[in-house]
């Protein structure tokens, strides 16, 4: 399987398997219309007004060369990998919902304002430490774990975040495990202290905030209803400037309203965030904010004009890192990542704050995905098997996407929120996903 694009009048050839990338002449990408499916001899005829005889034979003996090179067509050696078809997934990192509460109020907030439809409550150091011990204990040989602590607003449960990560440290220690904590915050309770701690101890922090100031106010609002730009922006900006070289993300959202993002992102970029992710609402199409497909051409435009201000800032002062567009074009990372995605539902789990599992933070408060408790450590064998065999091949969508080994699937709970079966992909979101990565593999070939 190939896939073939043109972009900034660059053409550029895909082979899905292999992952190889071709950057082509237009002879080249106009014989891949008919090659290998059609014999030279029809080539030649269908290319005659624009090519001659020997252009078109030549060219073809080159697609030949690498085809056998294995770097054009080239057969899926996935499906039938060791580390994949033997692969027993592990617990290799846990959401934790520090804080069932917020407080600040966003009009998307799939988490219905922080309290995931159910009452407001704060993680106890009990459950924290339960949780540090389940996941020791359920991660095999794994070495490297992650703790994520989110929201609601982490931060109004700040003190049992700072025991919970005193605990995992010292028990890391004991078991050989290295555990990497992060943590994503709305900015509004950020002191020096706190800044302090989480730099210090935190291997990333995302920071949110969705661009422009009306852009931002009109949908992340105080419980009193004001703007939270004002607020929140000294204090992630500065938050931002401490990490350093560490890692960390302002980390936007935008919806219907702002379908020109492009000038959001840009915005954050111009502020001083180096580091940036501006994300695509999910929403019923119900929702006025709610992206529809009728509005695919106008954002696959914005991630075009975002490319190339990106190439132009790229090695000067104004430069900056956006999320979608850092891939990874040399195979990696592992098979079972490219196949699996994030690991919802079996390497990656959520926690409420009473101790309830669910496989991520989307899935919290439907009794349908609850997987367990921490207090009794056990999980829902059939659910999460579910998840463990959810990957490109068993999603009949995607065995046939050129994207399959960049996406890896999609997101599970988009898929059953929309479809109502995680194996059914979420369409709209695989249409942006799709153009990501083309701007992403565009920006490497232009790099080159």
Known sequence: MIHKFTQNDVNIVLDVNSGAIHVVDQIVYDILDYYPKETTKTTIEQLKDKYSENEISDAITEIDTLKKEGLLFSEDNYINHESFKNRKPVVKALCLHIAHDCNIRCEYCFASQGDFKGDRSLMSLDVGKKSIDFLIKNSGNRRNLEVDFFGGEPLMNFD?????????????????????????????????????????????????????????????????????????????????????????????????????????????????????????????????????EEDLPQIFKEYEYLMDEYLKRKNTDKDFNFFHFTIDLNQGPCIAKRLSGCGAGAEYLAVTPEGDLYPCHQFVGNEDFKLGNINDGTLDTPIYDQFSNANVYNKEECSKCWAKFYCSGGCHANAYNFNQDINIPYNIGCEMEKKRIECAITIQAKLL
Do not use: Q, W
């Open 160 to 292: 049992v975040v700072k025991e919970i990560i005193a605990y995992g440290k010292k028990e890391e220690k004991k078991y050989g495990k290295n555990i990497r904590f992060t943590i994503t915050t709305n900015g509004v309770l950020l002191d020096d202290e706190i800044m302090k701690y989480i730099n210090e101890n935190m291997n990333n922090v995302v920071l949110s905030i969705d661009g422009r100031e009306n852009i931002n106010d009109r949908v992340r609002c105080t419980i009193n209803g004001g703007g939270t730009y004002d607020i929140i922006l000294p204090k992630i900006l500065k938050m931002a400037k401490l990490r350093g070289e560490k890692d960390y993300y302002a980390r936007g959202t935008f919806t219907r309203y702002n379908l020109d993002f492009s000038k959001d992102v840009l915005h954050l970029a111009d502020l001083g965030f180096k580091h940036i992710s501006v994300e695509p609402v999910v929403a019923s199409p119900e929702e006025d904010y709610a992206i529809l």
